[in-house]
C-alpha cells in the first residue's frame, strides 16, 4: 500500500534507521508516495552504473595481453548552477570518468539553490540531501566557486575556451504572470518571492509583507508550493522555532494577524497539482491549528471511470473527508484559523480599495467548469463571478527562465532548446520564438528546469542529470585527445582570471566555514541553524582566517 509505504519510510528516515531508498521498478503510485521522504531515489532501470573501462587485447612480438584502458580522455567540466540538478550532474560525471574534474559556479557565496532557498524549513528531511551534496563538494576533483556570476564575472564564451564541455544547471527564476488588470497593486506578490524571503534568500530578506496587519491571504495556484505558503502561514511560530528560518522573519511570522488562507485553482480536486504527502500534512498535522473547508460545497468528487491512479483517487478521498468535516483535529481549542480551498475559480481582476487605488481589497473570480478539450481538462468559465475580499495575494502559478546571453534559447517553452541535454544550435523549421546566436558554442549542454521546464520534484533531477551527462559522455569520446588534454589544463586559468578581476569569490572552505557559523549560532538558539542572508556578511565569514 503506497501510503502506509510512505508513512513507514517517513518514520525511518526521520529516526535515522535509513538514509537512501531504491526502488527496483517505478510504480507510479508508490513513487509518487515516498519519494519526498529519501535522499537519493534510484530506479534501476533508469539509472545504470556506468562503464568506464574498456578491456581489450594487444599482441607482442611473445604473446597477446588483455590491456584496461578509460573509455574517455582527460577532461574539465564547468557546472554552472549549484542546485540539484547541478549536484547530480556532478555525481553522475564523477562516477562515470575517474579523470574527470570538475567546477561549480553559483551565482550566490553558498550552495544548494532549491534545497536551501525552495523546499519548505519544516521540511527538514528533505533538505538532509545537502549531506550528500556536500560529500561532493569534498571530492578532490571538485571546485566549488560561489559568488561567480556567469556573464558578468566570466563570460559565457571565457568559460567555454577553459573547458572540456559545460553544462548549464540553473533554475527558473521568474514566476509567471496572470496578466490580469490590477496585478500591479501593493499587496500583490508572487509565491516565490515569499518562500524566498522566509528561507533566508539574500535578495528578498529585507522584503516586508506587512503581516501584522493582515488578515486574509489568498493564494492563486494548487501545487505543492502553494500549500507550502499556506502551511507557513497558518501556523504557529512555535512549531517553526528550530526550522532554519532566520530569527528575523520568525519574528515577523510571529506578529502576523493571518487568520484565513484561501487557497484558489482553475479546475476541480481531480486537476489538483498538490501530492498527498502535502495535502495529508496540512489537513492532519498535530500543528495545524486551523479549520479546513472546500468551496463549492457542492464540488463534483465523482472519480471517472478511465482514472485508475491510486494516488488520484486517494486525493479525492482526502478532500471529501476535509469537506465532511473528519479533518478537524481538536489539539488546539483557541483562536482557531481556516483554511479554504477554492475549487473552479479564476482570477479575472484584482480590485483596488475605493481610498487607496494602489492597494489590493478583493479578486473577482470568474465561475467554471470543466470540458474535455482535444484530450485534456479544461477550465471553461460559466458566466457567473464572485468577488472575495483578502488584502494579500500570492500567486503560485509556475516559473519561467530567463535567456543566458550567447545561448540559443526557446521563447516559447522558456527553456535552452536541446535534445536530451545536447544544446540545440540550430532551427531548421525556423520557428520565430527560438533564437539562435550567431556564434556557436561548441559542447555545450543544459540539466534541470533550464533543459525541461520547472517540473518534478529534487529527486526528478537525478534521471534528468544522468541523462544529460551519458549524452555529454559519448560525445566525449569523439573529442581529440590533445585537445581534450589542452582543456584540462586551461581550466586552471579560471583562478588567476577570477584573482586578477578581483572577483571575491567563495570556494570550498569558505564555504565550510559559512556552513559551520550558521550551524554553531543556530545551536545556541535551539535551530537547525541560522541562516546568513547578507552577500556581504557571507563573503566576510569565508574570508576570516
Not at 509518487?32 to 581489450?56: A, G, L, M
Not at 500591479?184 to 516565490?192: D, E, P
Not at 518571492?193 to 503581516?211: C, I, Q, R, T
Request: with cysteine.
Amino acid at each position: 500500500n503506497a501510503e502506509y509505504m510512505g508513512e513507514l519510510l517517513m518514520f525511518l528516515v526521520k529516526s535515522n534507521k535509513i538514509q537512501s531508498v531504491f526502488l527496483l521498478k517505478r510504480q507510479t503510485n508508490i513513487f509518487t508516495n515516498v519519494t519526498r521522504y529519501f535522499t537519493t531515489e534510484v530506479s534501476s532501470d533508469s539509472v545504470s552504473e556506468p562503464v568506464q573501462i574498456r578491456k581489450r587485447r594487444v599482441k607482442t612480438d611473445e604473446n597477446e595481453v588483455l590491456v584496461e584502458e578509460s573509455l574517455y580522455p582527460p577532461a574539465s567540466f564547468a557546472v554552472v548552477g549549484s542546485g540539484p540538478a547541478g549536484f547530480y550532474t556532478v555525481q553522475r560525471i564523477l562516477k562515470a570518468h575517474k579523470q574527470a574534474k570538475v567546477d561549480i559556479f553559483e551565482k550566490l557565496p553558498v550552495p544548494f539553490g532549491l534545497v536551501r532557498f525552495g523546499v519548505a524549513p519544516d521540511h527538514q528531511e528533505t533538505k538532509a540531501v545537502q549531506n550528500q551534496f556536500n560529500e561532493l563538494l569534498k571530492d578532490h576533483r571538485c571546485r566549488f566557486f560561489g559568488n561567480v556570476v556567469i556573464g558578468k564575472d566570466i563570460t559565457v564564451e571565457e568559460l567555454h575556451e577553459n573547458y572540456t564541455s559545460v553544462i548549464y544547471s540553473i533554475g527558473s527564476g521568474v514566476e509567471s504572470h496572470l496578466n490580469i488588470k490590477g496585478e500591479k497593486l501593493k499587496g500583490v506578490f508572487s509565491a516565490g518571492e515569499f518562500v524566498a524571503w522566509y528561507s533566508g534568500h539574500p535578495d528578498y530578506s529585507k522584503m516586508n509583507f506587512d503581516l501584522r496587519n493582515i488578515e486574509s491571504v489568498s493564494v492563486i495556484g494548487m501545487g505543492n508550493v502553494a500549500l507550502d505558503v499556506a502551511r507557513i502561514l497558518l501556523k504557529s511560530v512555535d512549531s517553526l522555532n528550530k526550522t532554519d528560518i532566520p530569527t528575523h522573519i520568525l519574528d515577523q511570522l510571529a506578529e502576523s494577524k493571518v487568520r484565513e488562507v484561501h487557497v484558489i485553482g482553475r479546475r476541480g480536486p481531480l486537476e489538483a497539482a498538490f501530492t498527498n504527502p502535502e495535502l495529508r500534512e496540512i489537513i492532519f498535522s498535530p500543528e495545524c491549528d486551523w479549520k479546513s473547508y472546500i468551496e463549492p460545497q457542492n464540488i463534483n468528487f465523482q472519480i471517472p471511470s478511465e482514472v485508475k491512479e491510486r494516488a488520484i483517487k486517494r486525493k479525492v478521498e482526502l478532500l471529501q473527508q476535509m469537506q465532511l468535516g473528519g479533518h478537524e483535529n481538536h489539539f488546539f481549542s483557541e483562536n482557531k484559523k481556516k483554511l479554504v480551498f477554492h475549487f473552479l475559480r479564476s482570477p479575472i481582476e484584482f480590485i483596488a480599495r475605493k481610498d487607496n487605488q494602489e492597494k489590493l481589497d478583493s479578486i473577482l473570480l470568474a465561475h467554471n467548469k470543466l470540458e474535455h478539450i482535444n484530450g485534456s481538462v479544461k477550465a471553461v468559465p460559466t458566466g457567473d463571478n464572485s468577488t472575495l475580499t483578502t488584502q494579500t495575494i500570492f500567486k503560485s502559478i509556475g516559473y519561467i527562465s530567463n535567456p543566458i546571453t550567447g545561448l540559443p534559447f526557446d521563447q516559447s517553452k522558456n527553456i535552452i532548446p536541446n535534445t536530451l541535454g545536447r544544446v540545440l544550435w540550430e532551427n531548421p523549421t525556423n520557428e520565430k520564438n527560438i533564437f539562435i546566436p550567431e556564434k556557436k558554442l561548441n559542447r555545450t549542454y543544459v540539466a534541470g528546469w533550464i533543459k525541461r521546464g520547472p517540473t518534478g520534484i529534487i529527486g526528478t533531477n537525478l534521471w534528468d542529470a544522468t541523462q544529460t551527462v551519458d549524452v555529454l559522455l559519448e560525445d566525449l569520446k569523439k573529442i581529440d585527445l590533445n585537445s581534450a588534454k589542452d582543456l584540462e589544463i586551461r581550466s586552471h586559468n579560471i583562478v588567476k582570471l577570477l584573482e586578477k578581476r578581483n572577483i571575491k569569490f567563495v570556494d570550498l572552505n569558505g564555504w565550510l566555514k559559512i556552513q559551520q557559523y550558521e550551524e554553531k549560532t543556530g545551536e545556541v538558539k535551539g535551530k537547525v541553524r541560522e541562516k546568513l542572508v547578507d552577500v556581504d556578511q557571507m563573503i566576510k565569514v569565508a574570508y576570516t582566517t
